[in-house]
């Protein structure tokens, strides 16, 4: 089976940079995705990583390391409308389609 | 246009009613994914489709039932349910490929279910 492990919380104020750590084990690992879910609302895709490295998009920048099961978020420039929940997903443990969502880690900005 | 919809918004059913839930995507994807999500939960995986053939059952209990009618469309009926199904159910859809791609699942809005 795969496992995830991230933080249940983290609170920030406006302005400054978080980083949101994710562990996991699976067999079969495809990659590592990152979604974002405001209260009331459907996840919405950030970013995935396949291979080893820091993917960058706007704000947001994705890190994986493969080979220590690992992973993270770090939002720059942060904003009150940044608070919401943040969940890393696996692909893979059961084919590629398989996706196993971590816990979530709910991020409150302050201003 | 990146949007999936479903519907209905919410339903209210009783445990010995029969209702299917829709979702629709025009976006040519071929994966279509059913999740199911407890209030402070991450979604879990129920189903997913390939190609429109049933390709992941997560164990889901036999009161849902999926069904892809074609490459555009993803229902679930349910029937019988108990009051623990309760919750929010998510579809997504992505492109059926390996790779940064084919890894974006665009998720519907939910249907927020109410078993009594």
């Known amino acids: 089976g ?10 920030a104020v406006e302005g400054a940079i978080v980083q949101i750590n994710c562990t996991y084990q699976t067999s079969g690992f495809y ?8 209260d009331g609302g459907a996840p919405t895709f950030l970013s995935y990583n396949a291979l080893d490295g820091l993917e960058e998009t706007g ?37 590629y389609q398989k996706v196993t969502f971590g816990i979530g880690t709910k991020l409150q900005v302050i201003p | 246009d990146t949007e999936v919809t479903q519907t209905p918004k919410h339903l209210v059913m009783g445990m010995t009613n029969k209702k299917s839930l829709k979702c629709e995507q025009h976006m040519g994807h071929r994966a279509m994914y059913w999740y199911k999500q407890k209030a402070k939960k991450p979604p879990e995986l129920m189903f997913v ?36 199904d309760s919750a929010l159910y998510l579809c997504a859809s992505s492109q059926e ?19 009594l």
């Open chain 1, 2 to 11: 795969q496992s995830l492990e991230q933080p249940s919380e983290v609170t």
């Open chain 1, 31 to 38: 990659g590592l995705s990152w979604y974002q879910q405001h």
């Open chain 1, 59 to 95: 704000r947001f920048s994705s890190f994986l390391s493969r080979s220590d099961s690992y992973g993270y978020l770090l939002l720059q420039e942060l904003q009150t409308k940044d608070s919401a929940s943040y969940f890393c997903a696996v692909r893979g443990g059961g084919g």
């Open chain 2, 49 to 84: 489709y390939s190609y429109e053939k049933l390709s992941i059952n997560e164990s889901v209990p036999s009161r849902f039932s999926p069904e892809c009618p074609n490459s555009s469309l993803l229902n679930l009926h349910l029937h019988a349910l108990q009051p623990e």
């Open chain 2, 97 to 115: 490929k390996s790779g940064g791609v084919g890894e974006t699942q665009y998720f519907g809005p939910g249907t927020r279910l109410l078993v």
